[in-house]
């Protein structure tokens, strides 16, 4: 069965340190999402791409974080510098861009990162 | 813009109850409405969604949900809870764009 893959599964960086998070969706899904869920709460979405464009990226914090996806296949969400405050699952999913109105996410199993 | 509530951040049931958990929408355009489950970190899977037709839809594992435009509701059952249901359940709200909002989660606990 197809799934989003994604790595590392956990991450521990010390504050100011860059990192960065892979996502491999499944296989012909045009669609990718990256998530950020914070301990406790519901994710939010951080980035859209349509292929290898961004979509949606209005809740990025653009001073500090990027993300590609240079041939519309997989992704990388980087962060640099860490914060504390960026302690969280790193969700990210994928949808198939086809004719009906509505297409599933999947997700995969996510990062944790811990910023000490 | 779309939101979703979900009524009570924890809920515990005993093994073989009723499980009831409560989501309520926001949004300005006919929604498409789902419930997922997340197991201790581990990404989300989904357990059922609306998107048109019938109103009451069944998911894995036993559960379902209504939605109710009247009520704007979409609230999850499962007939007889089971130790393996323990886990978060999140409510979310989507549109014709695919941009989907999240509750904050219902973390479930099943009691022996």
């Known amino acids: 069965e197809a799934e989003v893959a994604q790595s590392p599964r956990y991450k521990i960086t010390e504050k100011s340190q860059a990192v960065a998070f892979w996502c491999d969706p499944i296989?012909?899904?045009?669609?990718l999402y990256w998530y950020r869920q914070i301990l406790g709460q519901g994710p939010e979405l951080l980035v859209q791409?349509?292929?290898?464009?961004?979509?949606?990226d209005s809740q990025l914090p653009k001073d500090r974080f990027s993300a590609e996806r240079l041939k519309g296949v997989d992704s990388t969400l980087k962060i640099q510098p860490a914060e504390l405050g960026d302690s969280a699952m790193y969700l990210c999913?994928?949808?198939?861009?086809?004719?009906?109105?509505?297409?599933?996410?999947?997700f995969g199993p996510g990062t944790r990162l811990t910023v000490l | 813009a779309q939101s979703v509530t979900q009524l009570g951040s924890h809920v515990s049931v005993s093994e073989g109850a009723l499980v009831l958990l409560r989501c309520n929408y926001s949004?300005?355009?006919?929604?498409?409405l789902f419930w997922y489950v997340q197991y201790p970190n581990q990404g989300l899977q989904l357990l059922l969604k609306?998107?048109?037709?019938?109103?009451l839809v069944k998911g894995i594992n036993g559960f379902e949900a209504e939605f109710k435009k009247s009520e704007t509701s979409f609230h999850l059952t499962k007939p007889s809870a089971h130790m393996s249901d323990a886990a978060e359940y999140f409510c979310?709200?989507?549109?014709?764009?695919?941009?989907?909002?999240f509750g904050a989660g219902t973390r479930l606990t099943v009691k022996p």
């Open positions: 999913a994928s949808s198939f861009q086809g004719g009906t109105s509505y297409n599933e996410q999947f």
């Open positions: 296989s012909g899904h045009a669609t």
């Open positions: 791409f349509q292929d290898e464009s961004v979509v949606d």
């Open positions: 949004s300005s355009v006919p929604p498409y």
């Open positions: 609306y998107t048109t037709g019938a109103t």
């Open positions: 979310a709200v989507s549109d014709n764009n695919n941009d989907m909002r």
